[in-house]
């Protein structure tokens, strides 16, 4: 079955930088487009990125562009999130999840926290 | 960019009952919607696409409907693991977003 487990999140400055990554499981990972999805604490979803299948494609939150960059890894099964100016209001849990359709599998996600 | 609103913020209903969320789009979406449940502590979980498509798995209670900017989830009959927070999420172009969640309570 779909499995995917997100990894690297902690305790980081503001400005501070951060990579986050996801193990892809149970399907065809080169098939499949992803998303980052992150929940503030207590709060709602905000969607943040999103590739392609063959990473021919990136889009971003306006909150978060410039700032945060997804990749992906077909060799290894990976997507990463590499975000940077962290600021305290990119606090959050941060999900991965596979497209198709829609959000349609999450991961359990990583907790980032932005704090001085 | 579209920006969701859903209503209402906190539905309280009685198990057995129906109940009925609404989700409003400040521009078309055409049926490029999708609704998901979140119960606390736990990831969420994708129940209807495409406006009213239910994912795989998803129990026939579970209904949406609706085109362009009005759209409604509907739980004909709830159980008790059906309260839980509802959000609705476009997927008409880029950037996708999502509204801010209506919380089912007993």
């Known amino acids: 079955q779909v499995q995917l487990v997100e990894s690297g999140g902690g305790v980081v400055q503001p400005g501070g930088s951060l990579r986050l990554s996801c193990a892809a499981s149970?399907?065809?990972?080169?098939?499949?487009?992803f998303h980052w999805v992150r929940q503030a604490p207590g709060k709602g979803l905000e969607w943040v990125a999103f590739?392609?299948?063959?990473?021919?494609?990136?889009y971003y939150a306006d909150s978060v562009k410039g700032r945060f960059t997804i990749s992906r890894d077909d060799s290894m099964n990976t997507l990463d999130l590499q975000m940077s100016g962290l600021r305290p209001d990119d606090t959050a849990l941060y999900y991965c999840?596979?497209?198709?359709?829609?959000?349609?599998?999450w991961g359990q996600g990583t907790l980032v926290t932005v704090t001085s | 960019e579209a920006v969701l609103t859903q209503s209402p913020a906190t539905l309280s209903v009685s198990p057995g009952e129906r109940a009925t969320l609404s989700c409003r789009a400040s521009?078309?979406?055409?049926?490029?919607l999708a609704w998901y449940q979140q119960n606390p502590g736990q990831a969420p979980r994708l129940l209807i696409y495409?406006?009213?498509t239910r994912a795989t798995g998803i129990p026939d209670r579970f209904s949406g409907s609706g085109s362009g900017t009005e759209f409604t989830l509907t739980i004909s009959s709830l159980q008790s693991e059906d309260f839980a927070v509802y959000f609705c999420?476009?997927?008409?172009?880029?950037?996708?977003?999502f509204g801010q969640g209506t919380k089912v309570e007993f």
């Open positions: 590739i392609r299948n063959d990473g021919s494609d990136e």
């Open positions: 495409d406006a009213s």
């Open positions: 521009q078309s979406v055409r049926n490029n």
């Open positions: 999840v596979k497209d198709n359709p829609v959000c349609a599998h």
């Open positions: 149970g399907f065809t990972f080169s098939s499949s487009g």
């Open positions: 999420q476009h997927n008409e172009g880029w950037p996708w977003s």
